[in-house]
């Protein structure tokens, strides 16, 4: 069974410091994976996604993530923290050739100093 | 451009209570989802539908019932609330292919007492 890992349930930065959001998962075969973002008292928002096309993905808000197959990892990373990024981000993997359901990790949450 | 309309926002109910928490969306999608998110447990899938007219257990289902009579529309019911319902339900929805994200209805906020 597919399982995915979140190292950190709570992360704090400063503003303009690096964002770095670990994930790790568990598969057999490289899956499809996905970072949601949750803002306070709404539903989740998709950031980016790895589908095989590239390794390192791009996605909304200055977000990128970097699959890599030989760490099973798809961590999310931002060069420089902004207040607005303050929100939980979770992790999520569905795999390749068919599976109706994603499989959730349990959260990082964010917070941005000033 | 409505997405996934989750209805109500929020309720309070009382033990023993019955409700239905209504999803609809607009996006012709065939898979349709329900969550629960609790804190520090990520979320979990109660029901999932593959199509109209079919529905599927999902990794919490216990005291939760579903219907899909419209391809838009799913339906998460509670027959006799428990205060361990208490928790914030996504209504979430996404094409056929693994591939693509599942987008997520606002929630309802649902209290027992």
């Known amino acids: 069974a597919q399982s995915v890992t979140q190292l950190g349930s709570h992360v704090s930065v400063s503003e303009g410091a690096l964002v770095l959001l670990r994930c790790n998962y568990s598969?057999?075969?490289?899956?499809?994976l996905f970072w949601y973002v949750q803002y306070p008292n709404q539903g989740l928002q998709l950031l980016l996604k790895?589908?095989?096309?590239?390794?390192l993905v791009k996605g909304i808000n200055g977000f990128e993530a970097e699959f890599k197959k030989s760490e099973t990892s798809f961590h999310l990373t931002k060069p420089s923290a902004h207040m607005s990024d303050a929100a939980e981000y979770f992790c999520a993997v569905s795999p390749q050739g068919g599976s109706e359901k994603l499989v959730f990790g349990k959260g990082t949450k964010l917070t941005v100093n000033p | 451009n409505a997405g996934v309309t989750q209805t109500p926002k929020f309720r309070v109910l009382k033990t023993g209570q019955s409700m239905t928490l209504l999803c609809a969306q607009d996006?012709?999608?065939?898979?349709m989802y329900w969550y629960r998110q609790d804190p520090g447990m990520g979320l979990r899938l109660i029901h999932y539908?593959?199509?109209?007219?079919?529905?599927a257990k999902g990794e919490v289902p216990d005291g939760y019932n579903v219907s899909r009579l419209k391809k838009q529309n799913f339906l998460l019911g509670l027959e006799s609330a428990a205060p361990s319902q208490t928790s914030v339900y996504f209504c979430?929805?996404?094409?056929?292919?693994?591939?693509?994200?599942?987008?997520f209805g606002d929630g309802t906020r649902l209290s027992i007492l």
């Open positions: 598969s057999s075969v490289p899956p499809y």
């Open positions: 539908s593959v199509g109209e007219g079919t529905t």
């Open positions: 979430a929805s996404s094409y056929l292919q693994s591939s693509q994200p599942q987008h």
């Open positions: 996006m012709n999608h065939e898979y």
């Open positions: 790895y589908t095989s096309a590239a390794t």
